[in-house]
């Protein structure tokens, strides 16, 4: 901080004029600011960011956030980082290289039905009657987060992308794979059991059971 603004800051009483002078020093420093944006492209996840959020968040125009982002890109592209940030449009997330499946899919071990937990199960089985499907929506009907289940059961080659949704940001579609398929001994999935049907009045019931 200069003199003027060390003064304001033991003058002012509010709290929040006090937040806006440490954000003023924080952002104001270049070495920073790109952590500032690796945190924040690590807070929304698969989901990603757009420019334009991002450089309302850190204060920045575009021009000067579309280079912190460029920055974030060459340090990540290094061998010495496991991860890359990858960007769609104007959408930018954190994406592991593809170097890393293999070793994943070691740490996971063999797909095996009875080694699945609950939570796998339940996702796989969204997948298998809902694909293709993206991430987001899974969670509307589990009601939980899906992202890490989603990278295990991947890892696992369960299942698969199957390109992207035209709904904003293009999030993955996820379906399941050959693998899936044998290790449920299904040659097809209209193989899968129907799915039991609700009326309202019966939804309404379960509700106070």
Request: aromatic share 8%; charged share 30%.
């Amino acid at each position: 901080m200069d003199g003027k603004e060390k003064k304001a800051w033991r003058e002012t009483p509010s709290l929040v004029k006090k937040v806006e002078v440490l954000r003023k020093e924080t952002v104001a420093q270049p070495g920073n600011i790109e952590a500032v944006v690796e945190g924040l492209l690590y807070i929304v996840g698969e989901d990603g960011a757009r420019v334009e959020q991002i450089a309302m968040a850190i204060d920045k125009s575009l021009e000067d956030t579309n280079i912190i982002l460029e920055n974030i890109q060459r340090k990540y592209a290094s061998e010495l980082y496991g991860i890359e940030l990858v960007g769609y449009g104007s959408v930018y997330k954190f994406v592991t290289k593809k170097d890393i499946y293999p070793y994943a899919q070691i740490l996971f071990g063999e797909a095996k039905t009875s080694t699945l937990s609950q939570a796998a199960l339940e996702t796989l089985a969204i997948i298998a009657y809902k694909q293709p499907i993206t991430r987001v929506e899974i969670e509307e009907l589990r009601g939980v987060s899906a992202d890490i289940m989603l990278r295990k059961l991947q890892a696992r080659n369960l299942i698969r992308e199957a390109g992207r949704s035209n709904a904003p940001g293009r999030p993955i579609l996820y379906e399941v794979t050959e693998e899936f398929m044998d290790s449920f001994k299904l040659y097809t999935l209209n193989e899968l059991p129907d799915l039991p049907e609700y009326s309202k009045d019966e939804e309404s019931d379960n509700l106070f059971e």
